[in-house]
């Protein structure tokens, strides 16, 4: 393995600030003053409860060690034993460890010959579709592969359909021993999944009661794939560990994380800024971008009471991929209205270096690109989207990783979680919940007709929505 | 191939309505109503500029027999003397192949052995990232490789470097006839990549002078890329062709893409709904969302002059996938701020089935998935979904595929074209420029060191930015 250089990453907000984009829609710095108590009183809170409650996601840069051990025994078995690791999972159980792959390894890894991953293929179904369930039947060979099952409630309905089906397979094709094709990360105590695992003997590894779903890539959820896939995991928690240490001040200007959370909650309770893209110029950090949405969306999108007043909360995160979405998105951002934040993700020197070849001498056009390298242009668009917006008065923000390894990517996961507790207790909600998904749920257990009472109920209540109205259908 | 149904799409907006999800924010028909006029003289001005200026791809459900028959022939020799087809785009040339792929192809086509593909390998690069580059050059065989170079302007500095790249290497691996490894889409007279064409020998396709990038998706830009993996791009234009059928009609309850134009304009204007979140489904049409982004994105984010005045138009597309984004985004959805329409796509009849085992049944709860398919399970949970929203009075609508296949995708595409026309016109914007986007390139273009004289100046006035603040970078 390279040796993985250790830098921190770095967060700059000019262009968020009107004394660099005009005072217009720029954050003046006085509003970040005024801010500066309620800020510390944040950071105060957060560090208080550290490691209890729904805090627990604090403690995994530390005190992982005897898991650590267990997980690297078990992903150099897999990486001997299997030709494919499925990771069966949904929403936290997935986009972390999606992300990590992508940042981290070859971007066509399952493309590559086996000796050249010296670890299985790596698939993430993290849907129920079932044209796609047949997809990934038809290229694995399920004898040859290890599914790893995660769900934190151990009762999550499409991953654990994923499982019967897997499992019914396992056992026709496999027949005994089955089980262990089948390694189960789930709940220290709660949930289905836990009691199945024990019986069935599966390899087991557990997430921590106090770290939900979306705040897991730093527990098996996340390391274990990771691990499988070669990936350095420790220097990943090194990282975390690092950025925990520039989270300890209380002061704005001195905890990344806080800064942050401060400019966001201006530009969305001061500015509309309802909208955030997160645009990383790195194909390899293009699924980083969603395991934030989730993180901010799920964290931040909340209903509250202020006043007796019914308040609706959050901003959208929504993403895009530099320079691709340059050619997408950009006419949107420079002229639609003011109410986004461009999060920019910036890559110092990128994993390789490729020359364009001279041979367009004649075309004024693009002569001048032969000689130049990917790298450059790349960076110059950047550089020119950045400026455009700054011209057009529009808020960004850039967060620069020196390189792109395990231990910037552990700085990133921890910088976006602390940024969202912090953002949680300055709106005053509580980021750790997600009541809102409930209804659907229980919805569509109805539909499915599941006999248990408060479905059935909740099927009869479904049959008082208002009729349809035709013409409103074409 | 299988026989094709042809049936239409729907589209159902009664969870967009006043009487059916409240009046808080739900459209009232009399709302509507006050629109008949303006929508009737939308319509008629788009089909009175039917093909000509930028309404060039209003034709092209006709009229493309010959261009089709080339289509078909040279499909027919990629399919026979390449293993790979690699399209060198980016935005409009390379979202399109990319959706119609996914949607009407089998999900991990790569993966599949070369007897069940019956043609080549598709890969989209849509991005000048080197790692990315590089990553594809690890795994194709370039002396078996077919490279369609796409650009309308035939001067896009990310696909002439790719070009320029390739070419290169081709010259170098394959020596002489390395010409026939590459096939160019581009303007019929504009550009440096007709002028290379023709002094190369190139095999060369057209883009209709009238038809913008984001449109382009039913000309050769699309239909080449399709045709080599065996989709049956006649069948795309008879559904295109008969949703323009649909769209004769003035009347707003007779022409879906007309209700969905005035239904949108009405969220973005009074709703406040600056967010679209585009929300397929089914995996198939995952991509068919990042196409929608472009073309409503670009083509709606606008500034203009009104009354004086300048006004920032536009509603930000954003993709969230069914089931799966229920885990990430829905809390945000159900509970955040009321400032989004939900467009839900979903499949009527997927293509294949899967039963979901027993092996749960003490468990109870997850005990009822058992015996029920994984295509019931989706469809409880997009109906869930739907009901949540409806229960927080929030705005969504379907459009329902009775099936994916090429005559509904040519259908939806077309669908969407049209919305977008027909949006443009009730804005009063032009939809079809996109001025917004020429200040990142000309300032990118300074920052390389071009020395033609505009970029010279820009980089001069680049210097002149506002020193950045240290304290805001951290």
Redesign the interface.
Known sequence: MDKIQREPI?????H??S??IGFQYGIDVSEVMNMMDAAQAAQAAVEKHRGTGWLGWMDLPYNQAAILERIEKVAASVRKEFDAFVVLG???S??GPIAVQQALN???W???PAEKRGGPKLYVE???????????L??IDISRTCFNVITKSG?T??T??QY??I??LLKKTVGEGWQKHIIATTDTAK??LI??SLKEGFELFYIPDSVG??FSELTPVGLLPAAVCGIDIRAMLEGAAAMDA?CKSGDV????AL?EAVLQYIAMEDRHA??QVIMPY???LKYMA?WF??LW??S????VTRKGMAV???Q?P?KA?G??D???????????????VITFLKVGA???????????E?????A???G??????????????E??L???GRMSQTITLPQVNAYTIGQLIYFFEMATAYAGELLDIDAFN????E??????????????AKYVKKAAE?KG??N??K????
């Open positions: 770095m967060l700059d907000v000019n968020m600030m004394d660099i949904i929403g936290g997935a986009l070859h971007q066509r399952n493309d590559l993290d849907n129920i579709d079932p044209e796609r369930m047949t997809s990934l038809d290229v009762a309905a499409e654990m359909s019967l089906i499992s019914d949930g289905n009691q199945l779903g979306r520039r200007w001195k905890n990344p800064l309802n909208v790195a194909d390899s969603d949405c989730q969306a799920e931040l999108g909340k209903n609706n909360l959050g959208t929504t991929l320079v691709t340059q050619h997408s998105q950009l006419q949107l951002y420079t002229e639609g209205p003011y109410d986004k990128f994993r390789d270096e490729v020359t364009i070849a001279h041979g367009c004649d075309f004024k056009d693009v001048f690109l032969g130049k390298t990917l790298n450059q242009l790349l960076d110059a668009e950047l550089h020119g989207t400026y455009a700054y011209r057009a997600q009541p809102g998904v209804e659907s749920k229980i919805a569509s257990y109805a539909v499915l007709g599941n006999t248990s479904m929505r208002p349809l109205v013409r409103y259908m074409l």
